[in-house]
């Protein structure tokens, strides 16, 4: 049996709700742990007993150490921050399990992912990591990583040099910007081949992890799981991609519409079940977005002022 493991708070149970809705369909024998961000996501959860599940509720789990972070960080920041731990805390709960794998909550199976675990367990290593494999034109290596978080496989005995040295970093600094070739929880990543060589295995299939960034590099039946990255849920209950990435007709009528089939389910399924449907259009808006929108906003304030006035207007710092 494998064992999963996922982390979301109330506002992204739709998505979480839809990858157990992919694992159903597509892996036989496996447990889902999920780290319930809030307490409410895990009432909810209690509430719909799904079988295969285990809850994790962080608010039982959170040490003085972690509320001290938690303090300094976003609700993003934070999550980012507990992803190391996710694999502690499993290991914890049943001392039985040997590996455990990190799946980001907004992904969706298309196939079993056998075809992953057969090359892992042929490289003898002991933690497993995919790349972005980003098309050309969508490079943002330099960014936000060579490596992405999304499906992370790491065994209990001979992977925890490297969990807890993750761990270690992402509590010192986990934030959502680039600094010092640091970005959230994923640039840590880009070391782990140079530094754990004897440890960690890269996934070489790099076409059975698509997202929308390699949507037009691969063919979207090569892929094993999609990582809907921006995909959320607005006012008007209706899903915006919140991306830019150009995405191939085939693989929209192929993978999308299906997705969106399975998560309106599940919308349904908290309806029925008297759950409230989470707004995510607004909190999921990357900080960036509003730096630049500040920006826009001041500089046309500048134009119009110099316009009218004839003089530059100035700013207090």
Not at 15 to 22: A, D, F, H, K, N
Not at 29 to 39: A, F, G, K, P, Q
Not at 172 to 180: G, T
Request: hydrophobic share 40%; proline share 3%; net charge positive.
């Amino acid at each position: 049996m494998e064992h999963f493991v996922t982390l979301f708070d109330y506002n992204f149970l739709p998505q979480g709700l839809t990858l157990y809705t992919s694992m159903e369909r597509h892996i036989n024998s496996y447990t889902l742990w999920i780290l319930c961000v809030d307490d409410k996501v895990f009432s909810a959860l209690q509430e719909l007993n799904l079988r295969h599940v285990r809850l994790l509720q962080l608010s039982k789990l959170e040490t003085s150490q972690l509320l001290k972070v938690k303090a300094e960080r976003n609700r993003g920041e934070y999550c980012w921050t507990l992803t190391p731990l996710t694999f502690k805390f499993v290991f914890e709960a049943d001392k039985k399990i040997k590996r455990v794998t990190y799946l980001d909550a907004d992904l969706w199976f298309m196939k079993s992912p056998a075809s992953i675990f057969q090359e892992f367990d042929i490289s003898n290593k002991q933690v497993l990591i995919t790349e972005h494999a980003y098309a050309s034109k969508y490079d943002q290596t330099s960014s936000s990583g060579r490596f992405c978080v999304q499906f992370l496989t790491i065994t209990k005995k001979g992977g925890e040099l490297v969990r807890g040295w993750w761990e270690d970093r992402c509590m010192e600094w986990c934030f959502d910007r680039v600094e010092d070739n640091k970005f959230g929880d994923q640039k840590y990543l880009d070391c782990w081949p140079e530094k754990f060589p004897n440890l960690v295995h890269i996934l070489q299939q790099k076409e059975y992890a698509l997202a929308p960034w390699n949507a037009i590099r691969y063919p979207y039946s090569a892929g094993i799981f999609w990582h809907f990255h921006g995909l959320r849920l607005n006012r008007n209950k209706r899903l915006k991609f919140g991306h830019s990435y150009q995405i191939p007709k085939n693989t929209y009528e192929s993978v999308y519409m299906p997705y969106i089939k399975d998560f309106s389910h599940n919308i349904s399924l908290m309806s029925k079940n008297n759950i409230n449907i989470p707004i995510q259009i607004n909190s999921f808006l990357p900080k960036h977005f509003f730096i630049k929108a500040l920006k826009k906003i001041k500089n046309r304030l500048v134009f119009f002022h110099e316009s009218l006035f004839g003089k530059k207007l100035k700013f207090k710092k």
